[in-house]
């Protein structure tokens, strides 16, 4: 199953305005530090039809049951806070008869948690003896208390910690030569799970495979980890039914192991055929209300909850901000209603802006498409002094990818709700670790028709961290028309050739394109690829005989990117190929463009930027150092003159240098204490 939903949207109130107390947390008198009511924060859908379901109603649903698996994410807080409340609720409909098993206690340690709900031994003891997960104390303790003031049982359903390598690593044999005091603390026969859940579990961990070896089938995953979990769990199960006859037994678990009634659920059916189970799945979204499920149905019913804050995971806490994501947009003229256009959603590589991208297409496909360029949503100061975007952090991506496969998705819908959008001529693409995102959104989209091209893609390969879109799992929901097309050099071809083979098994269309080795033909093939992918007539090469260069060396994204823009508009005018190099060709006659900025060019209107922002500001030319006399009196000429203070009276201009008396350092010092 598949959740849809809308990232909310911060609202921005004028000054003096303020949002009343109670539509945030109820009643006046509810503490300002509090978490929303409960009933606000969480939506319940029935599973199968996604209709929504009070709480009430769910619950009385629940009651009925022998057993109901509550599927969790471990860290979410209000994942805990509806673990709680069914709880409770179960406990009032079933008159304390109540059973609570759950995954975050193994089976030796049932005399500490029974002696514990009995009152026998203080908390201290007890959480000396039960090894708690690092959450206890937000996420599972509730619960917990909650038994031992009612005095309902507390069963411990996982496999013992002590005994989990032992017997993951001997197999049968570790297993058989327990004595009988552990042995008794483990399932007394081991049952298979199902293919299909193996086909999960594989997919889930895609990107540890090769590091963990041949899976293999079930015969040989019996005595695994995940095996011996779901085995003990549905074991437990089974066994607290017995012990506790005409009690309804509530298990609480990671939701993969209850998910699609397999896993720990399977194994409980195979002990006990004939108990009446519902399963739960609990998802943390951001706006509950608008989320949608989709795919095959995975459980009984789905609460979605608010992702407000997560308990300790990791060493790290976190909380979630609603948070704005720019972009920028640019219409044909000619775009109409009755001639609708195609739409490029480009993503820059690392270190260029939304500007940036509109600059490097405007040009070349602007009379025919509409332009959406994403700012990345992480800004840094570049090498060179200028501000660029990043896309994710490494400890983030999945995280950060996703976000932006919801951004994404927003702007698409966005733009066809408002704009002459031709639907079915959708482009998603970029270049360098936007390559990478746009190749990930590519594979995440279940509701975009697009076709996505990844020129260049780098720092790709926790790609790998994404579960695949099994098409089993997507039930009576039709897959979106997308594609995907990789271009790569040959360093990068084997990893996406196994890439791009995973994607052929779930049935997405996908390409590997190599990339050309001639720079003088790298933009018109990048342009050419994704003209296709627009259904634009493809651009033929130039047939000059003559060839040009612009020489860049360092670091710098943006000379880069100004001396593409260069080539390109070269190119354009004269039809001689021009590439950027970052060192002179070897062999061949080729003429160099020069790259150097005189100050005259500053001098016409337009030409220099603005500082942005209601009030003005100062626009800081930083030039070379070592620059002939004449040359640095002609840039001081320049500021002299100020052409952004003819533009206003708010705007001027002042020049720096590298180093040296009128250092950047110290031109913004003196802004600064202006």
């Known amino acids: ?59 009385d649903a629940l009651a009925d049951a022998d057993v109901v698996f509550l599927g969790e994410t471990h860290t979410d807080e209000t994942t805990h806070r509806v673990e709680l409340a069914v709880y409770e609720g179960l406990l009032e409909r079933r008159k304390g008869g109540v059973v609570l098993a759950m995954e975050m206690f193994g089976w030796d340690v049932q005399p500490d948690l029974d002696s514990y709900i009995a009152g026998e031994i203080d908390e201290p003891t007890f959480l000396e003896r039960v090894r708690p997960w690092g959450q206890y104390g937000a996420a599972y303790r509730p619960l917990v208390e909650r038994a031992r003031e009612s005095g309902a049982p507390v069963v411990g359903s996982n496999f013992p ?16 030569s327990l004595e009988d005091g552990e042995r008794r603390q483990a399932p007394a026969e081991l049952f298979p799970n199902t293919e299909a859940y193996w086909r999960r579990v594989d997919n889930a961990v895609r990107s540890h495979r090769a590091m963990m070896g041949g899976m293999g089938g079930d015969k040989q995953r019996l005595h695994s980890p995940q095996s011996l979990w779901d085995n003990a769990m549905g074991e437990a199960c089974a066994v607290a039914l017995k012990e506790h006859p005409g009690d309804l037994v509530l298990h609480v678990n990671g939701a993969f192991h209850s998910a699609y009634w397999d896993g720990t659920v399977h194994q409980l059916r195979l002990r006990k055929p004939d108990a009446r189970v519902i399963t739960v799945s609990i998802y943390p979204v951001t706006n509950p209300a608008v989320a949608e499920l989709e795919g095959a149905p995975s459980s009984d019913y789905v609460v979605l909850c608010e992702a407000r804050a997560t308990d300790l995971f990791d060493g790290t806490r976190s909380v979630y901000a609603d948070r704005e994501l720019k972009y920028r947009l640019h219409l044909p003229e000619g775009a109409s209603s009755q001639d609708r256009v195609p739409l490029l959603i480009w993503l820059c590589d690392d270190g260029l802006t939304a500007s940036d991208g509109v600059d490097l297409w405007k040009d070349r496909l602007g009379d025919e498409v509409a332009i959406a360029v994403l700012e990345a949503p992480y800004r840094e100061i570049q090498e060179d002094l200028g501000e660029g975007g990043r896309w994710f952090w490494p400890d983030t991506f999945s995280s950060d990818v996703s976000l932006l496969a919801t951004a994404i998705e927003r702007v698409w819908g966005y733009l066809l709700r408002h704009y002459p959008i031709d639907p079915a001529r959708v482009c998603l693409a970029g270049e360098g670790t936007g390559a990478t995102v746009a190749a990930a959104v590519g594979l995440l989209t279940e509701r975009m028709d697009v076709d996505a091209v990844a020129i260049a893609p780098r720092r790709y390969v926790k790609i790998k961290d994404f579960p695949l879109s099994l098409p089993e799992l997507r039930g009576d929901d039709a897959p979106p028309d997308k594609s995907l097309r990789v271009v790569v050099g040959a360093d990068d071809d084997a990893w996406w050739t196994a890439e791009l083979s995973e994607y052929a098994e779930i049935g997405l269309d996908s390409l590997k394109i190599a990339a050309t080795s001639d720079p003088w033909e790298i933009d018109l093939d990048a342009e050419n690829i994704l003209r296709s992918a627009l259904e634009l007539d493809t651009r033929p090469a130039a047939a000059a005989t003559t060839r040009r260069y612009i020489l860049v060396d360092g670091d710098s994204s943006r000379a880069r990117h100004w001396a593409r823009l260069l080539a390109l508009r070269a190119t354009a005018a004269d039809g001689v190929p021009v590439a950027v190099l970052e060192a002179p060709p070897e062999e061949g006659s080729y003429d160099r463009i020069p790259t150097d900025v005189r100050p005259e060019a500053f001098a016409e209107e337009g030409a220099l930027p603005r500082c942005p922002g209601p009030f003005g500001g100062t626009t800081v030319i930083v030039v070379s150092e070592g620059m002939a006399e004449q040359d640095m009196e002609a840039w001081l000429a320049l500021e002299e003159d100020d052409p952004l203070a003819k533009r206003g009276r708010l705007y001027r201009l002042r020049i720096a240098t590298v180093e040296g008396e009128r250092s950047l350092s110290t031109v913004l010092s003196k802004l600064q204490a202006a």
């Open 161 to 176: 910690r002590p005994l989990l390598r032992r017997v993951a690593m001997g197999g049968a044999e570790a297993l058989e």
């Open 1 to 59: 199953m598949y959740l849809r939903f809308l990232v909310l949207v911060m609202l921005l109130f004028p000054v003096g305005c303020a949002t009343p107390r109670a539509s945030i947390f109820g009643s006046g008198d509810v503490a300002a530090w509090s978490a929303p009511p409960l009933e606000r924060a969480v939506s319940v859908r029935d599973g199968r039809t996604d209709e929504v379901v009070s709480f009430d109603a769910f619950l």
